[in-house]
C-alpha cells in the first residue's frame, strides 16, 4: 500500500513554514522574533548597508537579492512565463541605502513575497518542479538567507 500526503496537508504545512520563515515565528523551527520581517525590523539603514567583510555581501544586498529570487521563481515556475538569461550578479550589486531607500526595499520584498504567497495559495494542481519544488526551493532559499543575515548581524551589532 504506497502511502501518500494530501495537497491540502502539503500546503498546510508549507504554509506554515513560509508564515515562520517571513512574518512570525510559530515554533516550528526558529527562535521567538527571528522570522526575516521581524529581523529586517531590527536593522538600520546603516546597518543594512555595513560589509560584513570584504568578501561578503552587506545585508541590504541579501535582501534585495531574496526580493529577486522570489520574483524569478514567480514569473519562471509559478506564473509560467519564459524567462531569458538570468543575472543572478545583478542581484548582489546593492551596496548602500539610505533609511527612505531601506524602508522602501523592504517594503518590496514584503510585497514581492505576498504576490508569491498569493500564487502558489492559488494553485490547483500541485505537481513537479515548477509547483512543488520552486515552493520548497523559495523555503529552503529564504531560510538560507536569513540566517546569513542573523550570522551578519553578530558582527554589525
Known sequence: ??????TDSFKRELFDLLEETFEQVQGIYLDRGTSFFETLDT????????PVSAKCANIAAQVEH??????????????????G????????????????EWELLKKELREMYQTVLRAMKGLDVWEGEDDIGASLAILAHTAYHLGEIRQALCVIK
Open 43 to 50: 536593522i538600520s539603514a546603516e546597518e543594512a548597508s555595513r
Open 85 to 100: 538569461k538570468i543575472d543572478w550578479e545583478e542581484s548582489w550589486q546593492l551596496k548602500k541605502v539610505t533609511p527612505d
Open 1 to 6: 500500500m504506497s502511502k501518500q500526503i494530501t
Open 66 to 83: 531574496v526580493r529577486f529570487y522570489l520574483q524569478v521563481l514567480l514569473e519562471g515556475s509559478l506564473q509560467k512565463k519564459t524567462i
